[in-house]
T-cell receptor, first 110, second 113 residues
């Protein structure tokens, strides 16, 4: 059974204080590892897809990386507007279904 | 381009009532899914469809029904609402056979009393 575990559950940072969010996954044949951002009262918004170990993708202050067992979302010099819940999901080669982790709630204080 | 549209945004039901949550997408995506999101449990797959006329069960299908008569629409039916179905429901779509991520709707917050 595919599993995705995210840590920590919640993270509070000061503005400018860099950190990383972790996503551990167990999947039979990884099709893609997806990162989403979710703001309160809204649907998840797509950020990145990573397909193979060693791959990295960047967008503004966010950088996602992938190993054979984990993915990290690095946040460099965060701003209060980066506060949101960040979701990780894995997709298997056997189909189109995504398995989601429980998310990390990030709060960035000014 | 509206993306994925869900209606209603909020709904309160009494136990035993039935209702349909609507989902429509205008991106010509083949794949569509319904998820529910509960505190501490993440997003869980209810039902999904890989094309018109084809549906399958996800992780938590009991108490829900779906049909896919067109590419655009994927309604979710609650047959007899129970308090355990109080949740936020998200519809999502993705291009067929693609490794691209799903696009999500803005959600329906359902309360069953």
């Amino acid at each position: 059974e595919d599993q995705v575990t995210q840590s920590p559950e919640a993270l509070r940072l000061q503005e400018g204080e860099s950190s990383s969010l972790n996503c551990s996954y167990t999947v039979s044949g990884l099709r893609g590892l997806f990162w989403y951002r979710q703001d309160p009262g809204k649907g998840p918004e797509f950020l990145f897809t990573l397909y193979s170990a060693g791959e990295e993708k960047e967008k503004e202050r966010l950088k996602a990386t992938l190993t054979k067992k984990e993915s990290f979302l690095h946040i460099t010099a965060p701003k209060p507007e980066d506060s949101a819940t960040y979701l990780c999901a894995s997709g298997a080669t056997s189909g189109s279904r995504l398995t989601f982790g429980e998310g990390t709630q990030l709060t960035v204080n000014p | 381009n509206a993306g994925v549209t869900q209606t209603p945004k909020f709904q309160v039901l009494k136990t035993g009532q039935s209702m349909t949550l609507q989902c429509a997408q205008d991106m010509n995506h083949e794949y569509m899914s319904w998820y529910r999101q509960d505190p501490g449990m993440g997003l869980r797959l209810i039902h999904y469809s890989v094309g018109a006329g084809i549906t399958d069960q996800g992780e938590v299908p009991n108490g829900y029904n779906v049909s896919r008569s067109t590419t655009e629409d994927f309604p979710l039916r609650l047959l007899s609402a129970a308090p355990s179905q109080t949740s936020v429901y998200f519809c999502a779509s993705s291009p067929r056979g693609s490794t691209e991520a799903y696009t999500f709707g803005s959600g329906t917050r359902l309360t069953v009393v």
